[in-house]
């Protein structure tokens, strides 16, 4: 009797562990394909504040805003009034777009500055087509390189664009990066340089990470391992992209980056692993590394004028005349 009880008891544990499990995969899945806390402004805010930002204020210059549709992208760019030594592509992050994006244009008084939405989703959002699934850095890094290759068709030379990323934008960025340099066997040469913060490693640790949120509990051992990869997997299908295709250092693989970088690393992140952060810095020739008691996209608020001192300080050293 004792026996038939204990075998249901655990035939119970059981189902609801897989019920539990295969729950938070759904909703992995959901998240990494489809942020639920995306919702693009209207077009009128967004023509708003870019028209405020052309204006300028706060030691920002501003400058005139030009829109150009090229290869299925619309990069819109910032032209200073005087002339910039450099070009600084600033990637959005995770559920974010080109709104959200530009107040970054702050930290480059200097330079002149291109954006974009991946895949063109705010659009999408706002009923002009079917709404493209996010992919993680697999299909928007490749979008990255093709803005690159147009800000070189306008003139700008390699060692005069800079890529700054967070979040999500981080890993597009670095992934970006290594195909850049991967062009023609190196002879494209480095960009000017790359700021990164809170690069999260791959879509499979991220999954994990939304499982276990921002405190430890019992259950996570026996549950955000496996939803992280089935729910990612699952995600990964639904993109029409490989898992693998999101992993920064394995994209990495042996290969040393030459364009040199300045990383924000948040040591207490649990979304973005500081390990995976030094891994990833490892891969660079030159690199300043900052570390931060935080999670990432708060150092800016932690550093106060510090942060945007280290990135224009940065700024300068890299696109010194060559």
């Known amino acids: 009797m004792k026996g038939r009880i204990w ?14 499990t295969a729950y938070k995969t759904c909703a992995v899945a959901r998240e990494l394909v489809d942020p639920p ?9 967004v023509d708003q504040t870019y028209a405020e930002l052309a204006k300028g204020e706060g ?3 501003g400058g005139v805003w030009t829109a150009r ?3 299925g992208l619309q990069v819109w760019t910032l032209r200073r009034a005087k002339p910039s030594k450099g070009i600084v592509l600033l990637l959005h992050g995770f559920g974010d777009d080109r709104w959200g994006t530009s107040p970054a244009l702050k930290w480059f008084p ?32 490749g979008e990255v390189v093709r803005v690159v290759h147009q800000l070189e068709a306008q ?3 390699r060692n005069q664009i800079l890529l700054m990323g967070r979040s999500l934008g981080a890993s597009v960025g670095l992934l970006a990066l290594i195909q850049l340099e991967s062009e023609g066997q190196g ?10 913060e809170g690069a999260p490693a791959s879509s499979r640790g991220f999954g994990e990470a939304l499982v276990r949120g921002p405190k430890n509990r019992l259950w996570h051992p026996l549950v955000a391992p496996l939803a992280g990869w089935l729910g990612s997997g699952l995600a990964a299908k639904r993109g029409g992209y490989g898992p693998l295709e999101t992993d920064v250092v394995a994209c990495m693989g042996k290969q040393t980056l030459h364009t040199p ?12 692993s500081p390990q995976a952060q030094r891994r990833m810095a490892n891969h660079f020739a030159t690199i300043r590394l900052l570390e931060i008691p935080t999670w990432h996209l708060n150092s800016s608020s932690l550093l106060g004028p510090s942060y945007a001192i280290a990135i224009r300080n940065f700024t300068e050293d890299v696109l010194q005349p060559k």
Request: glycine share 12%.
């Open 59 to 61: 030691g920002d210059p």
């Open 69 to 71: 549709e090229a290869d």
């Open 261 to 272: 970088a300045l990383c924000f690393l948040a040591t207490e992140d649990r979304l973005a």
């Open 187 to 196: 002879r494209q040469g480095p960009l000017a340089g790359i700021i990164w």
């Open 155 to 157: 003139g700008w030379r």
């Open 37 to 45: 806390f995306y919702h693009p402004k209207p077009l009128q805010v």
């Open 110 to 141: 200097d330079q002149d500055a291109a954006i974009f939405t991946y895949r063109r989703r705010d659009d999408a959002m706002r009923g002009s087509g079917v709404v493209p699934p996010v992919t993680f850095g697999a299909r928007e890094s």
């Open 7 to 20: 075998g249901a008891g655990l035939a119970s544990a059981w189902v609801l562990w897989a019920g539990f």
